[in-house]
């Protein structure tokens, strides 16, 4: 399997500097599957190209391995490893280019953020989805892609195409990106890995695909393959990548250019409103917690913390984000000392739950406004003159501020599954009735930014009773 890298960078020679590879050597690396050859094919000022080259050993691939049971005796030691572009070219970036990849540089550290043209030729690459998938993840990622494929045999043409292509990409951009691109696409379009996806898999995909994965449009088909298929692992990086709490406003898309999840970037709004409601909480002295509509689990897992919160449950009506909450809490493995003190539980704020009744507080974060109105109404008994905790602290968008984005305006939502939003004195209105109506007193604080007409992007009210 071949890989070379192009540019017509003036010098080009600085190609050798970024990589940390002396253009004028050739040098051999030891791999776990066989060994890497760097070099130099053209080195010159005005055009530098390097070649990457691995040498895979059949034998030692299957050495020390169990055999497997096959149909092919040799189906082990006879197969395309050594000579397509796969997951082990991959671990020959990481191990290879490791400084480069990660942004590296020491001799000259204004190239790794320095854009040249680069062209990169993979021969032989196989990709399982066809061209049309091979351009689908390439294209959107701004390269100029030129796939040829090869027969199954040139001398059998009517046994048709194979699934392996010479692929030729060019785009100006930073080495660094490119190796990174490369690291995350190479196996999935391979669709398959050579070694065991663990956990820790998930955070190679996330830091090898920061500030380009979440915005492609196949991040799903890349991430589920990344993973083979790992069902509970993709979620979780879904989750982590995409924001996927359907509570949460700020998380979901705004428009084709500016997402909610940047806003949040921007102004730390989900963490301020976490924070907040911990503080709310601990003021409160409370040592039972629910999180009503918890999703994901981000503020179980700030909850689960401290100490002071003895008993912390959290309900969602999605299977869904409670297998993903359960991930991220990674309840499997906690100690029994803080197992004990967590709970997920499957269940609908419509309808009365006897399991939600005498707890110290609950918390609803972004919740109210995916309600419709016999919802709404639903809900406020179910919580409200039902579960009755002592303190309740809700948060919901304040949508007189959505003026100071201007993807979003007056007319529009911040999330395509809100039924409303409300303004500052609507949302006023409706706390200070149901406080009035199931016997509570309200006061109301503002989270983020605060403008001084629009108020903040974020109200939250806090209802508390006596203890009766």
């Known amino acids: 399997m071949f890989l070379t890298i192009t540019t017509t960078y003036t010098p080009a020679l600085d190609l050798g500097y970024i990589l940390h590879k002396n253009p004028f050597r050739c040098q051999s690396f030891k791999l776990p599957f066989g060994k890497a050859l760097v070099f130099y094919p053209k080195a010159a000022s005005d055009q530098c190209t390097v070649a990457l080259l691995l040498d895979i050993d059949p034998i030692e691939l299957v050495r020390g391995k169990r055999r497997r049971d096959s149909s092919m005796p040799l189906e082990q030691y006879v197969n395309d490893k050594p000579y397509t572009c796969s997951s082990f070219m991959s671990v020959a970036i990481s191990r290879v280019f490791g400084q480069a990849l990660n942004g590296k540089c020491k001799e000259k550290p204004e190239l790794v953020q320095t854009k040249m043209p680069l062209r990169c030729k993979l021969s032989v690459l196989p990709c399982k989805g066809g061209e049309r998938f091979l351009g ?38 930073t080495v660094v990106e490119l190796l990174n691109h490369l690291y995350v696409l190479i196996p999935v379009l391979d669709n398959q890995k050579h070694y065991y996806i663990g956990k820790s898999e998930i955070d190679k995909l996330l ?129 029994p000392v803080l197992r004990q003190r967590v709970e997920l539980m499957h269940g609908s704020l419509m309808y009365r739950d006897r399991r939600l009744e005498g707890f110290d507080a609950a918390a609803v974060v972004e919740v109210v406004e995916h309600l ?31 003026l100071k984005w201007e993807n979003v305006g007056a007319e529009r939502l911040r999330h395509k599954d809100h039924r409303f939003e409300w303004t500052r004195e609507e949302f006023k209105m409706w706390s200070t009735g149901v406080a009035q109506k199931y016997g509570y007193q309200i006061r109301f604080l503002s989270i983020g930014d605060v403008d001084a007409n629009l108020g903040a992007p974020t109200q939250m009210g806090i209802f508390t009773r006596e203890n009766r």
């Open 136 to 173: 689908g993840l390439l294209e959107p990622l701004g390269y100029d892609v030129t796939a040829t494929r090869h027969p199954l045999d040139g001398r059998f043409p009517d046994w048709g195409d194979s699934l392996y292509y010479t692929v030729e990409m060019s785009k100006d951009t």
């Open 372 to 402: 419709d109105e016999p919802r709404l109404r639903a809900f406020e008994r179910v919580l409200f003159e039902f579960a009755r905790p002592k303190t309740i602290a809700l948060t919901t968008p304040n949508r007189e501020y959505n």
């Open 207 to 335: 830091k090898r695909g920061e500030g380009w994965l979440a915005d492609h449009p196949e991040k799903e088909n890349i991430t589920k393959r990344y993973l083979k298929y790992r069902t509970n692992y993709a979620r979780e990086a879904l989750a982590r990548l995409m924001e996927l709490n359907p509570a949460d406003p700020e998380e979901g898309e705004i428009s084709e250019d500016l997402s909610e999840k940047e806003i949040e970037k921007t102004i730390n709004l989900n963490e301020q409103r976490l924070g907040t409601i911990i503080s709310i909480l601990k003021s409160a002295n409370a040592e039972s917690i629910l999180d009503l509509g918890c999703g994901e689990g981000k503020l179980l897992k700030q909850l689960l913390k401290d100490r002071q919160f003895k008993k912390i449950v959290g309900m969602d009506v999605s299977i869904k984000a409670l297998e993903i909450a359960a991930e991220r809490l990674r309840l499997e493995a906690l100690p």
